[in-house]
């Protein structure tokens, strides 16, 4: 019997999805047809996984935009041309834009376990340019 268990829980555990995981972003002058883009527009990682962003093309860099992110969080702005990273505590979706290009649309969201209930507050978020209709899209596919 106790065998009997122990391999429903490895059998289980082997065949269960992966819950979230550590993701990398690479920081881009060009991706395709796209000018100043991260090479992923939402990520979905667990409490407890960190986002890696890595500044592939100089200028770039990562900051928290004001009311895109979960109450209680700190403000989080990168150094430019540096590789940088986030380990993410609190559940909610985080909304960021590469400063210097926010008007051309370089913006991303990190949803962090699944939890979308500060949407409405991303949807309130001024955005400028280029970043209007790619943020309207992003937040439709949540």
């Known amino acids: 019997m106790r065998n009997l268990l122990?391999?429903?829980v490895l059998i289980s555990f082997f065949l269960s999805p992966?819950?979230?995981a550590d993701q990398n972003v690479d920081m881009l002058n060009k991706s395709g047809k796209e000018i100043n883009v991260y090479s992923k527009k939402v990520?979905?990682?667990d409490v407890g996984?960190?986002?890696f962003w890595?500044?592939?093309n100089p200028g770039h860099n990562v900051e928290f935009i004001k009311g895109g992110i979960p109450t209680g969080v700190e403000k989080f702005k990168s150094s430019y041309s540096k590789d940088t990273q986030y380990t993410f505590?609190?559940?909610g979706i985080y909304a960021y834009w590469c400063t210097p290009h926010k008007?051309?649309?370089m913006i991303g969201f990190v949803v962090v376990g699944n939890d979308k209930s500060n949407l409405e507050?991303?949807?309130k978020i001024k955005f400028y340019g280029k970043s209007k209709k790619i943020a309207e899209d992003l937040i439709n596919s949540l």
Request: charged share 15%.
């Open 43 to 45: 990520v979905n990682v």
């Open 103 to 105: 008007s051309m649309g």
């Open 18 to 20: 992966a819950f979230g």
């Open 121 to 123: 507050a991303i949807k």
């Open 54 to 56: 890595k500044s592939i």
């Open 6 to 8: 122990l391999n429903v």
């Open 49 to 51: 996984d960190t986002v």
């Open 89 to 91: 505590k609190t559940p």
